[in-house]
């Protein structure tokens, strides 16, 4: 069974990891993975690929358990010595392991390479599991309009300062993402949506992660068009992210924070939206009248990924989905 599935970070990654390595999940299934690189960012004339590395790390074994990204034992001392030196950016968590990485991306971007290529590189080291690549290999970075703190004029700074300096707390006006003009999907991103059995979103943001990958042109369409049935999982429970700061991203694009307002948005493929199926937390069980409503198919079950067979049961039961019709 060829599954595609977008992801950003955490929730893309620990979702893949239960769809990939739980003992839950007995089918065998050949995965692709489009992640997002709208959060990627350039620090200290390094190349930071956040969510493709967070994906490559938790499913090579190699991310911190503790905090979801950047590498387990891992060390800060260059980061530490950059501050020394007065360099900015401060507040970015560059891992001396993770630097590495970085480099190496880094060096072979220089040379020539594009991501996707590099991506496939790396992962022959952490060998994943699934193929990974990256939305696009162009330059496109997520901004996010803000009252600038101090002067209050308005300006767009890096999604990655808004996340981690400003802990999404100065109040988005709008995101943008700088050189989406230029972008295009990378190779075997479009097939890989249209060949694929079944297309799997996770409980990705819908804005900054899922949202960006959609503005890739090409995707959404190929999303709504695609003959594989398309199952999202929200990652939105009781109203609220289950981690990270989604809630200021989806107030930014005046959605409520709601398992029922994320499926709105997304839509129903039906009405020229993305979305066959939702599933949402048994919590939130409430809502599947509404969301059937939209002309999208709702389950309610445990949507926690306190562990990867949790994670896998929720994979599992988006499966079965394709199963039962
Ligand atoms: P990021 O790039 O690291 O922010 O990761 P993603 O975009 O892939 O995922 C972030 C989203 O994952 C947040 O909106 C969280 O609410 C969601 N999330 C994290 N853990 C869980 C979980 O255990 N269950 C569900 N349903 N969502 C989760
Ligand atoms: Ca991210």
Redesign the pocket.
């Known amino acids: 069974m060829k599954i595609t599935s977008l992801?950003?970070?955490?929730?893309?990654?620990?979702?893949l990891r239960g769809l990939t390595q739980s003992e839950k999940v007995t089918r065998n299934v050949d995965v692709t993975v489009i992640a997002?690189t709208g959060?990627d960012i350039w620090v200290h004339g390094v190349r930071v690929c956040?969510?493709l590395d967070?994906v490559m790390y938790t499913l090579g074994g190699g991310i911190s358990a503790e905090r979801?990204?950047g590498r387990e034992g891992e060390t800060f001392t260059a980061k530490e010595e950059l501050a020394i030196y007065g360099v900015e950016p401060t507040w970015f968590g560059l891992g001396d392991k993770d630097l590495a990485t970085h480099l190496i991306r880094t060096t072979s971007l220089n040379a020539g390479y594009p991501l996707s290529e590099v991506t496939q590189a790396l992962c022959d080291r952490w060998e994943p599991g699934v193929h990974l690549i990256p939305m696009t290999d162009q330059r496109c970075e997520t901004h996010v309009v803000v009252d600038h703190p101090e002067t209050g004029a308005r300006i767009a700074m890096h999604f990655q300062e808004w996340?981690i300096r400003y802990g999404a707390q100065l109040p988005a006006h709008e995101f943008i993402q700088v050189g989406l003009d230029q972008a295009q999907p990378a190779p075997g991103v479009i097939d890989a949506i249209m060949n694929a059995d079944l297309i799997l979103l996770?409980?990705?943001?819908?804005v900054?992660?899922?949202g960006t990958i959609l503005a890739i042109p090409g995707v959404h369409d190929a999303i709504r068009n695609t003959p594989a049935p398309v199952i999202g999982?929200?990652?939105?429970?009781n109203n609220?992210?289950?981690?990270?700061?989604?809630?200021a991203?989806l107030s930014a694009i005046n959605v409520e924070t709601s398992a029922v307002s994320v499926a709105r948005h997304y839509g129903s493929r039906s009405s020229g939206g993305i979305l066959d199926y939702w599933l949402i937390?048994h919590s939130d069980s409430d809502s599947l009248a509404e969301i059937e409503d939209l002309g999208i198919s709702a389950r309610a079950i445990p949507?926690?990924?306190?562990d990867i067979d949790?994670?896998g049961a929720?994979a599992n039961s988006a499966l079965d989905l394709v199963h039962a019709n």
């Open positions: 992801a950003g970070g955490i929730g893309g990654a620990r979702f997002n959060d956040p969510d967070t979801g990204w996340w996770p409980p990705s943001n819908p900054v992660s899922i999982l929200s990652p939105i429970i609220a992210p289950v981690r990270g700061m989604a809630d991203c937390d949507l926690l990924m306190t949790a994670a929720m």
